[in-house]
């Protein structure tokens, strides 16, 4: 199975303030990675597929890059709205596995 | 507009069985692979099972945690996702989301809570 180290576990950080969530895969996944913002008690929301294309709709301060077993997903300018739980998730084979989630708070 | 709309959960005792539905509109339902994703409380996703569609066999996987107690199934004609549940252990207790595709989960139901407890 393919591992999914996602780091960081949580972040604090202010509104307007660039962050960076990173996401480790155990083997080549090639561009197979997706992100998902999931707010208290909702189902998460696809920000990003295939590792770099944000979603129609999704504001461009979000973004994400890498391929093979790195990849990084940012946020320029938080927005209130932004603070959220944030996970990477892997569609290379099968089992499916996500990262284990980047709780991001208000400083 | 998309709508995908889970039923089915509730408290249960060790060892019993559940079924899950989910109720989808606002696409073609024989087009897309369906799966379920769970969330324990307080933890992170975890994906359950897939089964894709029809044009592709209809073929479904399982991760381990669930292999042999859980069956995905779907009715083409009603535009329904199911998920049997039996053998319920403690640690299936969780919100299970219903999410159409089978990588890239676009559209997700609102989830039902499963509670395994005595």
């Known amino acids: 199975d393919i591992q999914m180290t996602q780091s960081p576990s949580s972040l604090s950080a202010s509104v307007g303030d660039r962050v960076t969530i990173t996401c480790q895969a155990s083997?080549?996944?090639?561009?197979?990675l997706n992100w998902y913002q999931q707010r208290p008690g909702k189902a998460p929301k696809i920000l990003i597929h295939d590792a770099s294309n944000l979603e129609t709709g999704v504001p461009s301060r979000f973004s994400g890059s890498g391929s093979g077993t790195h990849f990084t997903f940012t946020i320029d300018s938080l927005q209130p709205e932004d603070f959220a739980t944030y996970y990477c998730q892997h569609y290379d084979n099968f089992p499916r596995t996500f990262g284990q989630g980047t709780n991001l708070e208000i400083k | 507009e998309v709508q995908m709309v889970e039923s089915g959960g509730g408290l249960v005792q060790p060892g019993r069985s559940l079924r899950l539905s989910c109720i989808v509109s606002g696409f073609t339902f024989g087009d897309y692979a369906m799966s379920w994703v769970r969330q324990a409380p307080g933890k992170g996703l975890e994906w359950v099972t897939s089964?894709?569609?029809?044009?592709?066999?209809?073929?479904?996987e399982y991760a381990a945690s669930v292999k042999g107690r859980f069956t995905i199934s779907r009715d083409d004609f009603k535009s329904i996702a199911f998920l049997q549940m039996n053998s319920l252990k403690s640690e299936d207790t969780g919100v299970y989301f219903c999410?159409?595709?089978?990588?890239?989960?676009?559209?997700w139901g609102q989830g039902t809570l499963v509670t395994v407890s005595s």
């Open positions: 089964i894709r569609s029809n044009s592709y066999g209809g073929t479904t």
């Open positions: 999410v159409r595709g089978s990588g890239t989960y676009r559209y």
């Open positions: 083997q080549d996944i090639s561009k197979s």
